[in-house]
């Protein structure tokens, strides 16, 4: 597979202008702000996000003794996987933990996600063996202050907000262990796959915590709130099967040898969504969001808000042209 580079990016200008409370826009700079901590001085992002790939792993690029690691990495798909986008999440040594130079790099990726309008689906995968996101770094929490900890797990959740609000699907393939902030991370995506084998839960009362980076919100509108409630009161995980009976995850599937089983499934989910048309399936997901936080009648006007932006497009045009010359379309996201 040949290296592939970021593509210029357009800022996608959304509807809510004209309503009065906007999606939270602060997040990048919180969780930047968080890496100024610790034993020296650090740049904003950790490191150069890598946004050149090859083969099945990223490929890193040189960079100097100041930088950091990459932790969080990206890969573009290509050929008639074309508009997929993989966030590979590959801190190794510490299982995904949710540390200051993960949070800042993942951080400035969502950024520049939420700016390009050619990603039509995000896959969140690890390739660390047997783990999504451990979680926390309690190695990082413990040297904190009150305060720094505090003003961490803010930023935690102001990441989890951006991924929230990408305006594209975002699918969460959970192969491996997914617990604490890991679970967090997933919960704030779209849609989830995982392996029965895969372990998943919001395991912070067992570490005199509560969840929060989202969950505590997050977990009740998707299992129901008396359901929640146990499964965070108790702290304990679940595996794929009864995950996808909770309704916790969408698609749940036995692993694979090379362990990635839920990866494949996520990436065969995202291959259904691919030859949708973007705008409409973009509003639909900002119809939904947004429709979901308040009563009937105000999400009826959102959806309205959010067909009306699809009416002028050529992809609509495009659908009805296809559908009378029975023809599959063809959409540009235009």
């Known amino acids: 597979m040949s290296t592939l580079l970021v593509s210029r990016t ?3 200008c959304w509807m809510w202008r004209c309503l009065s409370a906007a999606p939270p826009r602060r997040a990048h700079f919180l969780a930047s702000a968080v890496v100024q901590w610790g034993k020296g001085p650090m740049l904003a992002g950790g490191s150069r996000l890598l946004m050149g790939h090859s083969g099945a792993h990223s490929r890193r690029q040189q960079h100097t003794e100041a930088e950091q690691p990459v932790e ?8 008639a996987d074309n508009g997929i986008v993989e966030v590979l999440m590959c801190r190794h040594k510490a299982r995904n933990a949710l ?5 800042s790099q993942m951080s400035e990726l969502m950024s520049t996600l939420s ?3 050619s990603v039509r689906v995000v896959v969140f995968r690890s ?8 979680g926390a770094d309690l190695k990082e929490r413990a040297v904190m202050t009150n305060s720094e900890s505090d003003l961490f797990v803010h930023g935690l959740r102001s990441l989890m907000t951006q991924i929230a609000v990408l305006p594209m699907p975002t699918i969460a393939a959970i192969d491996g262990v997914a617990v604490g ?7 704030a995506c779209d849609l989830r796959t995982a392996a029965f084998s895969a372990q998943m839960g919001l395991i912070e009362t067992t570490r005199g915590l509560l969840p929060g980076a989202g969950g505590s919100q997050r977990l009740p509108r998707m299992v129901g709130i008396t359901l929640a409630k146990e499964l965070i009161f108790t702290g304990r995980c679940v595996g794929g099967e009864t995950a996808l009976e909770m309704g916790l995850v969408n698609r749940a599937i036995m692993q ?6 839920a990866y494949r499934e996520a990436l065969s989910l995202a291959r259904e969504i691919l030859p949708q048309a973007p705008i409409a399936v973009r509003m639909a997901k900002e119809a939904m969001n947004r429709g979901s936080e308040v009563d009937i009648n105000s999400a009826m006007a959102i959806e309205r808000i959010c067909y009306a932006q699809v009416i002028p497009t050529r992809d609509r045009r495009e659908g009805m042209d296809a559908f009378i010359e029975k023809r599959p379309p063809r959409y540009t996201g235009e």
């Open 115 to 117: 700016r390009d309008s």
């Open 72 to 79: 969080v990495d990206m890969k573009r798909l290509e050929g």
């Open 181 to 187: 902030g890991g679970l967090e991370l997933a919960l």
């Open 256 to 261: 694979n040898h090379e362990g990635d089983a």
């Open 99 to 103: 540390g200051h130079v993960f949070v």
């Open 10 to 12: 357009r800022p996608w």
């Open 127 to 134: 390739l660390v063996p047997k783990v999504f996101c451990a």
